[in-house]
């Protein structure tokens, strides 16, 4: 049975500062992995997804990586922004298609 | 291409009314996932359901709950005599197929119950 774990569950870095959202699963038969936003009360941001066959993906500041071997993902921030502060969401998508969620990084960008 | 669109967004029930939730997907998307997010709880799988099929109901509540996608029209989440503990926000997702296609989620509807 899979399981997506996130560590930490808060985190708080002062602006400028670059930073790594980790992610774990314990199942690798997936294809995908996918990184969301959440604002508080809104709904789901999707940011990068990475497929089973790929290492890692870029948009813009972010960068996500992803070890099937090892089942894990990392989503780094780059010069974060007050903006960033958000809760963000590691989804690994099963060979089944139910897509299963961590809990999420509560991420709080100190101005 | 609109994307995966739900409503209401905001939906207030007394205990032991019904709530429905609807859900378009996008266009040309056939499958239609449901997930629930509880208060301070991760996003877990519902249902899955292609036009007029169940395929996966395995996450749903075995009591009041249940869902369909007709033929024609959105997808539908019907709750049953709602409890305080129903108060959640629901996501639907669409996607163009199964096997690995990438789901599309919608804005949520976050139902309260009083």
């Known amino acids: 049975k899979q399981e997506v774990t996130q560590i930490p569950a808060a985190l708080s870095v002062p602006e400028g500062e670059n930073l790594v959202l980790n992610c774990s699963f314990t199942?690798?038969?997936?294809?995908?992995l996918q990184w969301f936003r959440q604002d508080p009360g809104k709904g789901l941001t999707s940011l990068l997804l990475?497929?089973?066959?790929?290492r890692e993906q870029t948009s813009g500041r972010l960068n996500a990586s992803l070890d099937k071997s090892s089942g894990r993902s990392t989503l780094y921030i780059a010069a974060s922004q007050p903006g960033d502060s958000a809760t963000y969401l590691c989804a690994a998508q099963n060979r089944d298609d139910k897509i299963i969620f961590g809990k999420g990084t509560r991420l709080h960008i100190l101005p | 291409n609109a994307g995966v669109m739900q409503n209401p967004r905001h939906l207030v029930r007394r205990r032991g009314q019904e709530a429905r939730l609807r859900c378009s997907p996008m266009?040309?998307?056939?499958?239609v996932y449901w997930y629930r997010q509880l208060p301070e709880e991760g996003l877990k799988f519902m249902v899955y359901?292609?036009?007029?099929?169940?395929?996966?109901e395995s996450g749903m509540p075995k009591e009041r709950f249940s869902a369909e996608f007709p033929k024609e029209g959105p997808s539908i989440l019907r709750i049953q005599q709602v409890v305080r503990g129903d108060s959640a926000a629901y996501f639907c997702?669409?996607?163009?197929?199964?096997?690995?296609?990438?789901?599309?989620f919608g804005p949520g509807t976050r139902l309260t119950v009083t």
């Open positions: 199942d690798s038969a997936i294809y995908n």
């Open positions: 266009k040309g998307h056939s499958h």
């Open positions: 990475i497929q089973s066959s790929q």
């Open positions: 359901l292609q036009k007029e099929n169940i395929i996966d």
């Open positions: 997702a669409s996607s163009l197929g199964s096997v690995g296609y990438e789901q599309y």
